[in-house]
């Protein structure tokens, strides 16, 4: 049977112009790896599976039209987090406009969060409230045999004929993830801007074991029974790591997709003993990055795990920090214990290996303090990172700091998704809405100060202004991948090096986008 899958994107997002129309996607590290795991679960069963992107300059009408007109699909799968839902409930509604007898499915967090909307929803026809690999496969079989799907674990699906909706309960989370079929890459890459690919980014693990108040993990870990959080096997990883090298024999370094890396100090070890084995049998070696957990027991552990990471060829870290206020992060953001000075210590021996450290921040948060923002910019100053990444909190509904949001009624009335985590949408007294915008231009411009030249940061701050303006950005964001000519804030990832003195050097600066 065929199913389409369609995944749409934010205008910050999309890179797709005139000249490339179906060129979304940035680079490999932007694809969808939900939609790709239920790709490769109906593959598997057999089905014809092809992806449709749409970005909000998409006409629906004609590019579904056209879609559904030339690949005939009999199932349409949908995936939205709270910000996109609107866009996809009309695409829903477009679907059945053309053609009433494609069957509709939407997955994804806003649907396991908010599982209740389908009832709302008539244009869908069913609703996956788990994780989706087994339960899209058992609901393509039912749609094909033209029966109605019931009994499925994992999902809610509406009954026409009885006007209901069956709200199956969902199954355990499965333990085995090297079950799982490897994804299908190739079947973005026509969506993808940058060529050759020479990056790419695996899923190692699935779930995290903790409860950060901005983020929906917390829920999602009560969806489902069992151990949310998973590893696949270092051995099955490295057999993905082998067919990716077969498929794109230019890839340099992969990007291990993980919430909780360094907190199991064995199995962080041997993973990256692996990959130094894997390494071994390379003529040019891959080179690695990966999510850090800063946790408590990270100074304790982290020259060892370092150690094996050096040998193993990474040569870049990201660490959520996301607020230097201690005092905040702990009693407001609930992040995984640490002092600023562990994590200060942590970026020292990374440096000291020649590992980068790249940084994500957060700013505007409820509540938050300039006193607690400037916290912020001592700690990651501190941290010599190579990189670092900067958000504008935002609210996203179901998660605990919304709620916070809610009851200190600081979220604006109308709230702009289009440049989601770059724009403001909280009104404070505390910290206003023009010093969140100074503070975010000016961020990069304090913290990479005596590390990177003074007008090499100042473009930086033109390049964050221009972030701010939905055309502007755009606008760079065309000239840029084009011209290959950026701001600095994309500094290419190099090994840091050091003078004799122990200080670093700063790399040499690509201005690339
Ligand atoms: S560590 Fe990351 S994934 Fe885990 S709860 Fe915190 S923000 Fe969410």
Same mark, same amino acid.
């Given at each position: ?127 996956? &409230? ?62 993808? &801007? ?218 604006? &009335? ?100």
């Amino acid at each position: 049977m065929n199913i389409g899958l369609l995944y749409s994107l934010e205008e910050h997002e999309q890179m797709a112009t005139a000249a490339n129309p179906k060129e979304f996607l940035p680079d490999p590290l932007s694809i969808h790896f939900g939609l790709s795991f239920i790709a490769s679960a109906l593959k598997k069963a057999g089905h014809n599976v092809r992806f449709l992107l749409v970005a909000p300059h998409t006409d629906l009408s004609e590019e579904l039209t056209r879609f559904i007109g030339e690949f005939n699909p009999r199932m349409i799968g949908l995936t939205a987090v709270a910000t996109q839902y609107p866009i996809i409930s009309q695409i829903a509604e477009i679907v059945k406009k053309i053609d009433g007898s494609i069957y509709t499915v939407l997955g994804g967090v806003h649907a396991i969060l908010q599982p209740a909307l389908i009832e709302e929803d008539i244009f869908l026809d069913a609703l996956c &409230a788990g994780e989706g690999e087994v339960a899209v496969v058992s609901l393509a079989d039912a749609v094909e045999k033209g029966v109605q799907p019931a009994n499925i674990p994992n999902l809610w699906i509406r009954n026409s004929a009885t006007n209901t909706i069956e709200k199956n309960g969902n199954d355990p989370f499965d333990p085995d993830l090297d079950a799982f079929p490897f994804i299908e890459r190739k079947m973005w890459d026509p969506w993808i &801007a940058s060529k050759p690919i020479t990056r790419q980014h695996v899923l190692i693990a699935r779930g995290c074991p903790f409860k950060c108040t901005y983020c929906a993990n917390h829920i999602l870990a009560e969806t489902q029974e069992g151990k949310q959080l998973r590893f696949r096997s270092p051995e099955n990883v490295i057999a993905e790591l082998r067919q990716i090298r077969l498929d794109y024999p230019d890839v340099e370094s992969i990007y291990f997709e993980v919430e909780t890396f360094g907190g199991n100090k064995s199995f962080a070890t041997h993973f990256c003993k692996k990959l130094e084995e894997y390494n071994a049998s390379l003529q040019k070696p891959i080179r690695y990055g990966i999510n850090v957990a800063v946790t408590r027991n990270i100074s304790k552990n982290s020259p060892e795990i370092l150690d094996a990471m050096q040998r193993a060829n990474f040569d870049f870290v990201n660490i959520g920090l996301e607020s230097g206020s201690e005092k905040y992060r702990r009693d407001v953001l609930k992040r995984p214990e640490y002092t600023n000075e562990d994590l200060i210590y942590f970026s020292k021996m990374a440096r000291e290996r020649s590992i980068n450290v790249s940084l994500y921040v957060l700013i505007g948060l409820p509540g938050e303090t300039v006193e607690d923002f400037n916290q912020t910019v001592d700690c990651a100053k501190q941290c010599v990172p190579f990189a670092c990444s900067l958000s504008k909190f935002f609210p996203y509904p179901g998660t605990r700091l919304y709620d916070i949001a809610k009851e200190q009624n600081v979220i604006n &009335a109308h709230v702009d998704t289009r440049l989601e985590r770059r724009i403001s949408v909280l009104n404070m007294k505390q910290f206003p809405a023009w010093r969140i915008n100074y503070e975010y231009l000016m961020f990069h411009f304090r913290v990479f100060q005596g590390q990177i030249p003074f007008f090499i940061r100042a473009t930086g701050v033109l390049r964050k202004l221009m972030g701010m303006y939905p055309l502007l950005n755009s606008l760079y964001m065309y000239f840029a991948h084009r011209t290959q000519i950026g701001l600095f804030l994309h500094r290419k990832s190099t090994r840091t090096q050091f003078t004799d003195a122990g200080a670093p050097i700063v790399p040499a600066l690509e201005f690339r986008p």
